[in-house]
């Protein structure tokens, strides 16, 4: 018997889709961390017309193919009706709340379009109605004719002006490193760009809708041409600071030692820890940030996941809190060891005590959170901070311009 083809609207399976699809990024990236995962079909597509399934895409390298491969299939059964190839491979799961789709890609190969054409779709509303049309002349119908129709659309898609623009600043994103939250994003390792390739990268970024209402920052090295100041300052962003990078191996030779007590977030009252975070954060010697308390929570919980409680630790000597420390492994890598806040209370600054704390961290970092090595950063303007990565081993990698570009003004 013919398969028929039936459509419902997104938003009646919104709320169980997005569940449904942080559910299996949370499986994916524990197997796979290195691995970008996208929501993708018509399930993440506000006002499209959808058979009820939740699709992901997962982008890996071709060296981390054939792993990712053997990863996934400890997850999923194969797709026995997609094709299977050197860089592709599907997956499905009966989820218990919605059928569930897995498209394992390879970067910048032929059929690495899934999350694109997503934003395509998201970002050229009018295209979604021609779809929707489409499926509603199938409604009811045979599956595999409208397979071969919806193929054929697609195709064309590929073909717009608008798809070929999305394509190329997905090429150029992928040069570069971002580390988002819900307010911000900062660009990363930009040094693998050319000076050309930066600025288009830049008009990529400030057209991108995805990024409209966050604050933008750039870690730029010293070796763009001083015209690509002109070009950032012309484009809205502000040098705000210089920033030095360190990195440290985490190896049997790094002692482990314990210097002072610590408690986290298991522990203790979120609003106790950001009370004492936000004491650390009092005449610091590193540029100031535009987000409150709130936003820089939301941030660490935006960036490091469910498991965030474990990496925000206050420092305790003789029962008082003297700092706040907070290790975690960098999303999106398997062993890179980071402190996403390291800062002592103003009371018990200038005292050594920096250079023991640092030094307990990156025995968490090593013992606790399994990191290989460590990389750190700092204001260029924070002297005390330098000498204590000096203290303990690290050394200097990489000097950074940091330019900012506030949020518009009255966007969320």
Known sequence: MDEKVTFSPEE?????????????KNKIQNKLPEAEVYHVGSTAVRGSLTKGDVDLQ?????????????????????????????????????????PVGV?????????DHFYPMTRFFIENPSYIETYNAL????????????RKTKAAFLTELLETPAYQEITERFAVYDKVKFVEG????????????????????????????????????????NKFEAEVESFLTDHGFRLHDENVMVKKALNHDTQTAVYFDTASLHEIAEEEFKLIWEKAMIQSLNASSSLDMDGHMQSVKGELG?????????AYENDLPI???MPHIEPGTTDEGRLF???????????????????QALGILKDDFDAVYYIGSTSSNNVPMLKTFEANGCTVVERNRVYKREKTAGKK
Do not use: W
């Open 103 to 111: 498209q394992l890609t390879v970067i910048g190969t032929s059929v």
């Open 12 to 24: 009646e399976f919104r709320e169980r889709a997005e569940k449904v699809f942080e559910k299996h």
């Open 341 to 359: 806040y390291f800062g002592l209370v103003p009371e018990a600054r200038g005292k050594g005590k920096s250079k023991r704390l640092h030094h």
């Open 306 to 314: 469910e498991d965030y409680r474990s990496s925000c630790l206050i």
């Open 58 to 98: 997962v982008r890996v390298t071709q060296d981390d193919f054939d792993e990712a491969r053997k990863a996934l299939l400890e997850l999923y059964p194969v797709n026995t009706g997609s094709d299977r190839t050197t860089f592709f491979c599907a997956f499905e799961c009966e989820e218990e709340v919605l």
């Open 135 to 146: 499926k509603r002349r199938y409604e009811g119908t045979d599956m595999e004719a409208y």
């Open 182 to 221: 819900e307010q911000y994003v900062t660009v990363e390792d930009t040094r693998h760009l050319t000076d050309e390739e930066l600025k288009t990268f830049v008009k990529h970024l400030l057209k991108d809708p995805a990024f409209h209402y966050k604050e933008m920052t750039l870690l730029i090295p």
């Open 323 to 325: 700092g706040v420390v």
